[in-house]
T-cell receptor
C-alpha cells in the first residue's frame, strides 16, 4: 500500500514553455502533499506544502508565480513550472502524507526536468 | 534555528556493519525518520522512531535518544545494493519534516 505515482518521469522542454507534473496517491487519500526539488549530489529541498482545497504554502525563496501548485483533490496535486529556464532543470519529487496521525511521507518516483 | 547533522560520506566493506549517525536540534520533536535514496531515484522509507531505544528491522536497525538529540542507523551484513544516500529527517512541533543533507554510503567489495 501507500503508493504515489508521478507523471511524467522525465521531460525535456524548451525555454519559455510551461511544464505540468502530476502527483497521485493511488491507494490512500493524501491530506497533505509536498513538492521537493533536488540538484545532483544534494539533499532534498522542500519547495511547497499543499493541503487539499487550499493554497499551497511556499518555502522562502520559491517563486509561487513560477511554480504553480494545485491540490484539487485528496489524490492529486500538480506542479506547473511556468516559463521554464535552463536553471529550472532539476529532479522534482512529490510526496504525500495520509494525515490522521500518520506523518510518514510516501514519495513518488520523481520527475527529471531538462530545459533546453 | 533547526539543524540536522549527519556525515557527508562513509565507506564500508561488503559484509561488514556500518553505523550512520544523526544529531538534531529542532523546535519540538515528533519523531525521526530514516530514508534510503539511490542515485536518480526518490527516497524510500526505512524507519521511524518516536520513543527512545532501538528498533530492529531485518538487516537495518535505528536507534533514538531524545535527551541527546541523537539517532543512528545501523546496517548489518552490507550488500553492494546498500550503496545509496541515507537521509535523516525530524518531524518538528508543526509536524513538518526537517531534512538532513544525507550521508552517501559507498560499499566496497
Amino acid at each position: 500500500g501507500a503508493v504515489v505515482s508521478q507523471h511524467p518521469s522525465w521531460v525535456i522542454c524548451k525555454s519559455g514553455t510551461s511544464v505540468k507534473i502530476e502527483c497521485r496517491s493511488l491507494d490512500f487519500q493524501a491530506t497533505t502533499m509536498f513538492w521537493y526539488r533536488q540538484f545532483p549530489k544534494q539533499s532534498l529541498m522542500l519547495m511547497a506544502t499543499s493541503n487539499e482545497g487550499s493554497k499551497a504554502t511556499y518555502e522562502q525563496g520559491v517563486e509561487k508565480d513560477k511554480f504553480l501548485i494545485n491540490h484539487a483533490s485528496l489524490t492529486l496535486s500538480t506542479l506547473t513550472v511556468t516559463s521554464a529556464h535552463p536553471e529550472d532543470s532539476s529532479f522534482y519529487i512529490c510526496s504525500a502524507r495520509p494525515g490522521q496521525g500518520i506523518y510518514e511521507q510516501y514519495f513518488g518516483p520523481g520527475t527529471r526536468l531538462t530545459v533546453t | 534555528g533547526q539543524n540536522i547533522d549527519q556525515p557527508t560520506e562513509m565507506t564500508a566493506t561488503e559484509g561488514a556493519i556500518v553505523q550512520i549517525n544523526c544529531t538534531y536540534q529542532t523546535s519540538g520533536f515528533n519523531g525521526l525518520f530514516w530514508y534510503q535514496q539511490h542515485a536518480g531515484e526518490a527516497p524510500t522509507f526505512l524507519s521511524y522512531n518516536v520513543l527512545d531505544g532501538l528498533e530492529e528491522k531485518g538487516r537495518f536497525s535505528s536507534f533514538l535518544s531524545r535527551s541527546k538529540g541523537y539517532s543512528y542507523l545501523l546496517l548489518k551484513e552490507l550488500q553492494m545494493k546498500d550503496s545509496a544516500s541515507y537521509l535523516c529527517a525530524v518531524l518538528d512541533s508543526n509536524y513538518q519534516l526537517i531534512w538532513g543533507a544525507g550521508t552517501k554510503l559507498i560499499i566496497k567489495p
